[in-house]
């Protein structure tokens, strides 16, 4: 059983953006049922007073949660229960380059004005994996699946976890307050750590926990072994289970989400609020599911000929990335749906390709394999649209007239530069060298194409100094073994 907390017999007054508020001791219920939550041992720190604790380096706030404004879009009615859902956060340390918007971690767009812009990465060092670790810890109760790497499908809450803090030094985070998690799955939260800053790896878990939590609709309470108290009182704080007073500057925004739990709108208990949104944790047993579409199994080709290989790929989750195997060794990944690769001026021969799918919880498939054929160009009547099985040129024009590589005397450009020049559809019209982007281009982002420059020019069969880059980069093209990879475009 947990003890209850015995209340501090004093009022904490504090300052707090600008205006002054005073926190009232926390009456503390306990829960009805199993109490799940193990007893903490408290450290002296939770027992002090907010000066106390700021006179020895502790204290800071973690910011008022922004609600979602009334005039927000929402998903669902925040009064009307759900059946739990599994939860994904994605702990972004890597940095974006953030929009102003309605909240959309996909499209890395924040309602929190004050963090469009850049957002500084975290830095590298083994403090990353600890927090990283003690996150998983914090919600490991919960079905949440917790990722520093961002899925490429599904819904995320994404944590952004970094220096760049536009309120100063003594706020350590800041979060939309979004009801009973119904404005939408995808919200955007702050914490404002890094792997050089003088907090423990817990101590940021707690922060971040915090956070996201706010997206998921937990106010704060007054209680220092809860992760929901705003202010920095060191130890190791996890979601409690049992019923605390809310403390608020803005009063209570979620009152039917916590009354639900509680039986008052003032109390909240942090664990059986989460509980309810997604559940105990289970083991993601099931694997993703993966197909090669495009080319055709059989598919024939003749030499130089380009085109595109395309797959689809699916999880009861979230889709991590699929990667490409070409002849049994590994070639390529993507991390971004829709998920696909150019091939370029392609050499004779007989090419067997498959996808390998994991998922956020690493449970892996493998898709069907399609085996191509590549012709000698130039004997067999010239015409290589003739031999692809996939459908022909859409455009309808010569492909031969319109070779991509054959425009290009060097081969490539590694930069990327030309969207035309890759195209195998480039052909259409112009006879080549389009200047415009064709119209069927990928409209999404631009894909990562992830690959780093120079990846593969000593060859496939080298491996992989393959690991994905940063989203939005647009990739160079990349020669592996005797194929160019270009940025790929979806084919209509
Ligand atoms: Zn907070």
Known sequence: MLAPHIPHPLVRFARCGGFAM?????????????????????PATWDMTVEELRAIGLGQYRGDPVPVPPDAPLAFDPDEPRPAKQGVIFVNFDGANLQSGWDNSKTNTTQISQLAGP?????????REATMQAVRDDWAPFNVIVTDTRPASG?????MTGPTNPFGGG???????????????????????????????STQAT????????????????????????????GNPSFTDQCIQIVSNQGIVCGSQHAAQCGSSN?????????????????????????????????????????QITADASDDVGVQQVDLYVDGS???????????????????????????????????????????????????????????????????????????????????????????GGDPS????????????????????????????????RGMEDGCACTATEPNTVAPLALVGLFLFGRRRRRV
């Not at 957002?119 to 403090?127: D, E, I, M, N, V």
């Not at 706020?171 to 914490?191: E, K, M, R």
């Not at 052909?427 to 593969?456: A, I, L, Q, R």
Request: net charge negative; glycine share 18%; charged share 15%.
């Open 119 to 127: 957002f500084a990465a975290y830095g590298q060092g083994s403090k």
């Open 330 to 420: 590994f070639s390529q990944s993507d991390g971004t749906a829709p998920y696909g690769w150019n091939v370029e001026n392609i050499p004779a021969g007989t090419y067997t390709f498959y996808a390998v799918a994991r998922d956020l919880s690493g449970n892996e498939a493998q898709s069907n394999e399609v085996t191509i054929e590549v012709t000698e160009a130039g004997g067999s009547g010239g015409d290589p649209s003739g031999g692809d099985p996939s459908g022909g040129d859409p455009s309808g024009g010569d492909p031969s007239g319109g070779d991509p590589s054959g425009g290009d005397p060097s081969g490539g450009d590694p930069s990327g530069g030309d969207p035309s």
């Open 267 to 307: 109390m909240q208990n942090s664990y059986r609020e989460l509980l309810a949104l997604f559940g105990p944790a289970q083991a993601d047993d099931t694997p993703p599911s993966v197909t090669i579409t495009s080319p055709a199994d059989g598919a024939m080709y003749e030499a130089g000929a380009s085109f």
């Open 207 to 234: 922060t971040i926990g915090q956070e996201v939590a706010h997206s998921y609709g937990l106010e704060h309470v007054d209680e220092p072994g809860d992760i929901m108290n705003p202010y920095n009182a060191g």
């Open 22 to 42: 005073a926190l009232v001791a926390p009456q503390v219920a306990s829960a009805e049922g199993p109490v799940s939550a193990e007893e903490v041992e408290r």
């Open 426 to 457: 480039g052909g259409t019209g112009s006879g080549g060298g389009s200047g415009e982007p064709p119209p069927d281009e990928d409209s999404g982002p631009v894909d990562t194409g992830p690959f780093p420059p120079g990846y593969g020019e």
């Open 155 to 159: 819904d995320y809450t994404m944590n």
């Open 171 to 201: 706020v350590l985070g800041i979060a939309p307050l979004d009801c009973n998690d119904s404005q939408t799955h995808n919200n955007i939260t702050f914490a404002f750590h890094s792997a050089n800053d003088q907090f423990s790896a």
